[in-house]
């Protein structure tokens, strides 16, 4: 016979019977502390799923481990201090940060109140799984904001950075991604990475597969374009104006195995790529590296060697300035002149 711990991860991975998900639902209606496992058990999941990139970790055998340990801690366990015990068990990286950001009432808060935010370190690479098993993967210093369960008619997430969905299929609930320059991506199923920095004024949407439409505002009048696989678009917040361009997505994704595509890729372009991946910041007091472009593929290589290319092919000199402290974290500075 399945345990609760057992239903409750077919439940989320969307593998649970007609009957299991009438048990389960029935199950976490009974208590807050029911309700309250729920979530601990699906943020357990997440961190399970989120991983480096690079790791190879047998997430399988590693969840059976925390499930065995679960079992010998099944009550009276904080929230925080049960996931915290749940991290070491599966010796995860903490590459993400995972907050709870709003929770209703727990006496009348039905589970799909809570409102998670997923944030990666500077220089990490995680991935993850929706409650609708649409699969992402989060670039660095990036932030995926998300219902822990899709109610109504559409399944509706927010982005600030950068992010390749492989969105699950579901005709009759669109997929919408919001960004903070006031336009969004909406789908039904596709491939797409989208990049919207809450920094930058542009937002660089490239299809991979299936269909997308853009939607953006222009003198304060919505429009929208319906994206083809293989086109990106390029929209500026600031004024209004979108670029569109054909791909083979090569650049726009090498972040995903850490690796770093230049394709002719304008100055401020290419250190933009470089500030995420290594997590510096570039001060640069002349306008005249702008007109730049630099093309190249680099993998696990050290920053020193990707300026010392850039040195040779412009001309460009570099150095590093200080470390100063940025949110209680060193941050590097180079220099560009």
Known sequence: HSTIEDLLISYYDGKATADEIQEIEAWIKLSDENKKKAMDIYTLLLMTDTQQITEKMDMNEELSKVKGRMQENKYHI??????????????????????VLLNQPQSTAPVHAQIFEVRTQPGMITSFRLPDSTLVYLNSGSVLKYPSIFTGNIREVSLNGEAYFEVAKDPEHKF?????????????????????????????????????????????????ILMRPGQK???????????SYNTNGESELAWMDQKI?????????????????????????????????????FTEQYIEEILENFK??????????????????????????
């Open 78 to 99: 904080s929230w925080w201090g049960w996931i915290q015990r749940a991290a070491v068990a599966l010796l995860i990286p903490m590459a993400i940060t995972i907050l």
């Open 176 to 224: 919408i991604v919001s960004t903070p320059q006031k336009s969004k991506v909406e789908v039904l199923g596709t491939h797409f990475n989208l990049e919207a920095f809450d920094e930058m004024d542009e937002v660089i949407t490239t299809l991979v597969e299936g269909k997308v439409e853009f939607v953006y505002e222009k003198d304060g009048q919505g429009s929208k």
């Open 233 to 243: 678009v390029i929209y500026n917040n600031k004024d209004g104006q979108i670029l």
């Open 261 to 297: 595509i230049f394709d002719k890729t304008p100055f401020k372009a290419a250190l933009h790529i470089l500030k995420k991946r290594y997590n510096v910041d570039f001060i640069v007091n002349t306008s005249k590296f702008d007109k730049y472009t630099f093309t190249g593929a």
């Open 312 to 337: 040779i092919s412009s001309h460009i000199r570099w150095r590093n300035v200080k470390l100063t402290n940025n949110q209680s974290e060193e941050r590097r500075q180079i220099e560009i002149y």
